[in-house]
């Protein structure tokens, strides 16, 4: 089944403590993005990447890091997680530019 | 200016109604439009691709009027199932890629 998997699904932490969002896509995908959904601001893009080794900020990528060591993953990296990084996180992937989208499940982070 | 403006709602309509949303784009360059579903707290899903010369799918028709930069669509007698949040994509030109960008949403509630 064609899918993009995200870990964990929710996860509860404190500030500080480094954490790393995983997200795997089997339809050999080149596009990948990390988006980040809060009431009533929608859907921001954090990073995408366009292929393996290749990735680019998006609209609000302070406080992230991601990498695209293999085509299929695309992790988010959260070094030290503060509060207002509390919010739902999707990944998504997409064959070319125009495509639409895949979206994995979300991931709720909350961070006290 | 926002690159992709929606009418939040919610629109309130009983079972049986015709509801149309629009949504508008400032980028007279883009190239594809989608319309997505999202229901609470879930993913989004990809409901329909707008053509230029518009499309149906069952009791959805999107349209796209590249003069007015705006895309609609129309929901012809609504269901129950079909609450849920409405998210207009515009994939908008950046430099040598592209960027799908997301409006707020647009929340239907149908009614009995």
């Known amino acids: 089944e064609a899918q993009v998997t995200q870990n964990p699904r929710y996860l509860i932490t404190v500030t500080g403590k480094k954490l790393t969002v995983t997200c795997s896509q089997n339809?050999?995908?080149?596009?990948m993005s990390w988006y980040r959904q809060d009431p009533g601001l929608g859907l921001r893009q954090i990073y995408y990447?366009?292929?393996?080794?290749?990735?680019d900020k998006g609209d609000v990528p302070e406080g992230y890091k991601v990498s695209r060591k293999e085509k299929r993953n695309f992790p988010l990296i959260l070094e030290s997680p503060s509060p207002n990084q509390t919010s739902l996180y999707f990944c998504?992937?997409?064959?070319?530019?125009?495509?639409?989208?895949?979206f994995g499940d979300g991931t709720r982070l909350s961070i006290l | 200016r926002k690159e992709v403006e929606q009418d939040p709602g919610p629109f309130n309509v009983p079972e049986g109604a015709t509801v149309a949303f629009n949504c508008t784009y400032s980028n007279s360059a883009s190239q594809s439009f989608f319309w997505y579903r999202q229901d609470c707290r879930k993913e989004p899903k990809l409901l329909m691709s707008v053509y230029s010369s518009g499309n149906e799918d069952g009791r959805f028709t999107a349209q796209l009027n590249r003069a007015s930069q705006y895309i609609s669509l129309l929901i012809r007698d609504s269901k129950l199932s079909d609450s849920a949040t409405y998210l207009c994509?515009?994939?908008?030109?950046?430099?040598?890629?592209?960027?799908?960008?997301f409006g707020t949403g647009t929340r239907l509630q149908v009614t009995l």
């Open positions: 339809m050999n995908h080149e596009y």
């Open positions: 998504a992937s997409r064959t070319y530019s125009n495509q639409p989208q895949h």
């Open positions: 990447s366009m292929n393996v080794e290749v990735t």
């Open positions: 994509v515009v994939n908008v030109p950046t430099g040598t890629a592209s960027k799908l960008t």
